[in-house]
Each structure stands twice: as C-alpha cells, then as structure tokens.
C-alpha cells in the first residue's frame, strides 16, 4: 500500500464553501485535513486495489461465489483466525475436509471444482464458516457476505442458506429519472398490512405499492430489509448485511417489489445502517473471527453504550471494502436507488451525540471529538455513487446540524444530497404538548420551518416512524388521543376533540410539506391519522402483533373519518406534483401575524394561508404577493371531503389590487370580521376561517 501524504490537501472547490458560508473560514485546515483524508483513501485503492470501481465489487468475489465453470470461490477476512474452513450440507458438515488458504493481510481463499459441470454447493443447501480461533476454540460462524439467511420456527439463530438459483429475477423496468421533489412514503414491509402478522415483499408489490402510488408519493424508503435477527428492533441491529430479510420472503421477491415500483415511476430507497452492528455471534459480525475487534474496535470505543451494539473500525482497509461493496451491491443486484444513512449523528462524533446537546455554535462540529475517519467513510461512500451510479440519491439523519454535510466532496462536504429536517417533528411535539392553542408562536413556527443551511437540501417531515413507535405519540394520538377509538364514525357527532384534531393534522402537514424544505416524508399510516401506536413482538407485550400492523382499511370504511385525512393527504401531494413547490427557492413568507395566528407565504408561484386561530374566521384580512392577477383556490382544508365545514365558496375569483403589503408590491383581501384600521375596504373579499389553510393560485399565469 503506498504511503499516504502529509501535506493537507486544499478541496479543489473549498472557496466556493467559504464564500458561502464566512462562518466556516477559520476551519479552513479542518476541510483541509478531512479532503486530505479522503484523497489518501482514495489514491491507495486506485494504486493497491486497482481502483474503486474494483475494490467496491468486493461483494463478487468475498463470501461464496459461483463461478462460470460450475466451481465455487470462497474468500474471508479473519485476521485472528488460525484456521478457516467451510461445512455445510454438501459435505455432510466435515468440519476440516475443506480448509482455506491463507492470504495476505487476514484473508483466506477456497476454491471447490465444480462436478459435472455442476455447483458442488446446491442451492438452498446450508452451510457455515468454520473458524478456529487463537484459543483453539471452534467456531461456526455466517459468512459476514451471506446473501441468504433463514431461521427455522424451533431455532432461536439464523442459518445461512446458499442462495444460487437456476434462475434469478430478471428485472424488466428501468429505474426512474432522478427526481427533483421527493415525496417520500417511509415504509416496514413487515407491517404494512391489517392483519396481526409478518407481511410479505408480494403483499407489499401487490396491495401497498398500488396504495403509495395513488397517495402521490413518488419515493419509497424501505426499513428493516438488511437481515436482523431481532425483529423488534425495526431494522436497527443488523446482522447479515448483505441478505435481504427472509422473513418477508426471498430475495427474488423483493427484486420484484423493486421493479413493480419502478413501473410505476416510484424511486426505492434502501434504510442503510452502517453506523453500528448487532452484538450477535452466532448468526452476526460480532466476534467472526474469534477477536474482538475485526470488523471493530476493540474495547470500549468499539461499542455503543446506549444502544448495545458494536461500532465499526472505519479506518480499517477491510471495513471499507466491505461497507462500500454492501452500498453497491444493494445498488447493482436489488436495483436500489440510493440510501437514507441512519445514526449518521452517532458516526460523526466520537462522543456519538451522547448526553450532547448541539447550540449550533461552529467549534461544537469541528476539532479532536469528530470522528474524521467514519466522515471519511460517508465521503468515500458519496463519491463512489456518484462516480458509479449518479441517478442514486443518499440522505443523511444528522440532529446536530454538521456544517456542509450536504455539500460535494469537492467543496470539503460529506457528499449528501439530503439531510432529515429533525427538528420539525420535534417542535411539533413541544407544541402540541406544551402550549394552548392561542399560545401558538407564529413567529417560531415559521422560524423551525425555514431554518436551514443554505444550498443544503433538507426532507421536511411533520412525524416519521420515531413518533409513531410504543412510548411516544403521532401527531393524530397527541390531537385526539383516547377520541380516536369511539368518535371517528361519521355517524357520531362531531365533538371538538376530534374536530380540532382533524383540522390541524391537516394544517401541520400542509405546512411542512409546503414551507419546511426540498422534500417531504411521511411514515406510513400517519397520513390518515392511525389510531394506534407501533408495537413489535416481545416478550413486554406477550409477543403480540397487534400493534404491529398498519389498518389501512380505516380509510376505505365511507362511515369512518380517516377517509378525510387520507384524501387530503393524496390530494396534497397530488398538487406538489402538478406545481412543484419543493424543487422551487425558498418560501417568500410574507406574514406570521401573532396576535391573528396567521401565517402567508409564496412559494411556487402559489399562495399559501393559514389560519392557526381556535376560533376567529377573518374578513378583509390584506395578503401582500408579488404577482398581480386573478386568484382561484386549489386547496382547502376546510372542504368537505377532508372533514371540513365547507365555510368557502370554492367558484370565488380574487383580484388583487396595486396596494403594497408586507414589502410585496400587490395585495389581496381576504376576510375580518371588521376591517383593519387604516385598510381600505375592497369589493372583493376571501373568507379565511379558523383552523384553515387555503392554496390559491394565480389564474392569469399560463400553466
């Protein structure tokens, strides 16, 4: 491996970032020292490895392979092994009959012939990586590159299955363009049907894709598919990174899941988690070979205290090749197309956000606490899909706000296209929970809303699945709480709980969709307002699925009011894709009025209003906008498909007038119940109701 250089490395791009960002200039070394580190990374592959595009195909050659000839290659990384051999089925599981070669630096190869022409190692047949570890022990262990692993019903351990079917699926539909507004459908295949059990890929290609498409979400992010062992922890404690979860279906199933989406213009994200590790042994990473480092660090610094799982060595060449050939072969074989990066927070730091909380003062992301070797990683792994595959979109989940973190590897950023927008669904929350109704700050809302770094693209989400989880709250639960169960017929009277409720799960998503970033997110089930809360199988709750399901057929039950909510929902979306708001500049907000709780804001060549007061409707009420023309409504919150009162007269036409207001050239009147002082009265009136958010669109531009 050649020797790295010294001298820091200038990114070719970094006056561009601090020209943008002057705050940034006095840790012009610190860019300095981390591009560094990413080019050295960078040059050794090209010279040891071959290049990039070489070393991240690791995932054809590592693990166990089929070769054209019908015979089989295995290669491992165990460093502290002493020995390394393959059992299985196909050889009556002869601990010792096939041993491996040892390689260089910790590696191991085996190449069985075939017979016959054929695979000695049948498909489906099981098999395990037999180590013999430094104290003579040993041990049966996964290939950490196992494409396929099943748990028996009697069994508590996953076993590894030889996946090498005579015929693979083949995927028929192209991947879709790369899109500019991202309507994203966060979605657990596993619980995406009424029924109390684990759901499968075909009932998610059949039954929940049909579904997402007709919401108008464009994008698909998929939780919990790397294989976990523990199903209740959403996906978070990975065990075989490589293999598709079985206990949705197989492999060639969620290939097919991938390509039906992709026939309907849908994108697929994969949930990656390459910030931690499952502490499992027997079917996981932890102690492959014997060591407790490996694919780790040792000791402490190699496991995280709050979450129990081990933390990956991102300065080791073998981990590299290992995370990076995991992000390409999910994108080369499954059809991926791109990764929300979970737990990015906890790689940053070495502190990994623990008992830390973030002010936004520039020293608290730059110095020894950051972990320069994990950033390099994400900066390695955005550069490698943007070199190979730069149709693929990544997002990072970042709460301390990293500067640049969005910004490309060659300005000195982390090369993500998008950051999660996770203060919004917190200050919702901290609303909702804490504040009366006429206690809403409009100034405060606006200001979470629209803070963000700029030129970085941020996901706007009101709730995702962390609210949605056992121990918290949806926004729905928080608005209506026990409600929920026994006046939602539309049958009942409407009670103020439930009218209240209904209104503002409305107002909340409309804007933070329509004013909090350059995209959006929703978990499914919460754009309908789902009545109970997400509880896996455990021991806690007598290995219950009860709460383990998503009810989607509450929306189509005509006497029950999730109907409302959902069509609005659909309808919302439905309207940013003819418009396309998030893809346009920022927000123009014309007004957060804190005594009337009205926010006004432009976006997309649209005007949007909102009325947050419990009870107060307007009359006469002026909206500064920079365009004159005619205005028509194309969205109303209060219309009686989505629960509304119908206060509004959806035939009305709005003329503005050459009135300046709130530094906008032109204005219109909407409605007050007396006019305000000094306000000329206008013929033309718009009636802006409590609890209410209008769409109005500006008649007199061409489409």
């Known amino acids: 491996m050649a020797a790295a250089s010294t001298e820091p490395l200038q990114p070719p791009r970094l006056q561009q970032l601090l020209e943008r960002d002057p705050y940034l200039a006095p840790f012009r070394t610190d860019f300095q020292r981390r591009y560094s580190l990413f080019y050295n990374h960078l040059k050794n592959i090209e010279e040891s490895e071959g290049g990039l595009d070489k070393f991240t195909k690791s995932y054809k050659t590592f693990g166990v392979n089929q070769l054209a000839d019908g015979g089989i290659y295995c290669k491992e990384w165990a460093p502290g092994a002493e020995a390394v051999f393959l059992a299985g089925d196909f050889n009556g599981w002869n601990p010792f009959s096939h041993p491996y070669k040892k390689l260089e630096y910790g590696k191991w190869e085996l190449f069985i012939p075939p017979e016959d022409g054929c ?10 990586v037999v180590i013999r570890a430094q104290n003579g022990a040993l041990l049966y262990r996964i290939s950490p590159w196992a494409r396929y692993v099943v748990r028996d019903e009697d069994k508590v351990n996953y076993d590894w299955v030889h996946w090498n079917p005579p015929q693979s699926y083949i995927h028929k539909n192209p991947s879709p363009k790369r899109l500019k507004s991202l309507r994203i459908y966060e979605s657990h295949v596993g619980i995406a049907s009424p029924e109390g059990k684990v759901a499968s890929y075909k009932n998610f290609t059949y039954n929940v894709l049909p579904r997402i498409k007709d919401l108008g979400y464009n994008c698909v992010q998929l939780m919990a598919i790397m294989e976990h062992a523990y199903y209740a922890s959403f996906g978070y404690q990975v065990t075989s990174f490589f293999a598709a979860s079985s206990r949705y279906g197989t492999p060639d199933d969620l290939k097919e899941m991938i390509d039906v989406a992709h026939s309907m213009g849908i994108t697929v994200l ?14 996981g990473l932890n102690q492959f070979d014997g060591t407790d480092s490996c694919f780790f660090h040792s000791g402490y610094r190699g496991n995280h205290q709050l979450w129990d799982s081990r933390l990956f060595d991102y300065a080791n060449w073998e981990v590299l090749r290992f995370l990076l050939s995991n992000l390409r072969m999910w994108i080369e074989d499954y059809r991926f197309d791109g990764f929300r990066f979970d737990g990015v927070t906890s790689m940053l730091y070495h502190h990994h956000g623990i008992g830390t909380g973030f002010s936004g003062d520039y020293n608290e992301y730059f110095g020894l606490h950051v972990d320069e070797d994990a950033l390099c990683y994400l900066m390695l792994a955005n550069h490698m899909i943007n070199s190979l595959h730069p149709e ?24 993500f296209d998008y950051r999660l927008a996770m203060a919004i669904p917190d ?22 809303l629209t803070n963000r770094r700029y030129e970085e693209k941020y996901i706007a989400y009101a709730e995702s699945h962390d609210q949605a989880l056992v121990g918290d709250k949806t926004l729905a639960f928080r608005l209506m709480d026990a409600e929920m169960y026994t006046n939602m017929s539309v049958l009942m009277p409407l009670t103020p709980v439930i009218d209240r409720g209904i209104q503002l799960h409305k107002m909340i998503r409309l804007i933070t969709h329509a004013l909090g970033g350059e995209s959006y997110l929703n978990f499914m089930g919460n754009e309908f307002g789902h009545p109970e809360w997400l509880d896996f199988p455990r021991i806690g709750n007598n290995e219950s699925y009860h709460y383990a399901r998503r009810q989607f057929n509450l929306t189509e039950d005509d006497l029950l009011r999730y109907k409302f909510l959902n069509a609005f929902d659909r309808d919302m979306n439905k309207l940013e894709e003819r418009f396309g708001w998030l893809a346009s500049p920022q927000a123009y907000v014309s007004e957060k009025h804190e005594s009337n709780k009205v926010i006004a804001f432009e976006r997309a ?8 007061h419990p009870y107060q409707s307007y009359v006469d009420y002026r909206v500064g906008i920079e365009t004159p023309g005619k205005y028509k409504i194309l969205l109303d919150s209060d219309a009686g498909e989505y629960g509304g009162h119908q206060r509004l007269d959806h035939n009305t036409e709005y003329f503005s007038e050459e009135y300046p207001h709130n530094y906008r050239p032109n204005s219109i009147m909407t409605t007050f119940s007396q006019p305000p002082r000094g306000c000329p009265m206008h013929q033309i009136k718009v009636y802006i109701p409590s609890r209410v958010a209008l769409v109005l669109q500006n008649t007199d531009i061409p489409k």
């Open 427 to 448: 200050k919702w929350i901290q609303i909702i929970k804490e504040l009366k109704d006429e206690d809403w700050n409009m100034g405060n809302i606006v200001h979470t």
């Open 605 to 612: 060549g649209l005007i949007f209003i909102f009325n947050f």
């Open 270 to 283: 994969l949930d990656v988690v390459h910030s931690h590790a499952s502490k499992n042994s027997e079917d």
């Open 119 to 128: 695979s000695p190692v049948p498909h489906g047949s099981k098999l395990k």
């Open 392 to 415: 693929c979109i990544t997002i990072a989940e970042d709460v301390s706000g990293m500067p640049a973190l969005c910004r490309p590897v060659a300005e000195g950023g982390g090369g």
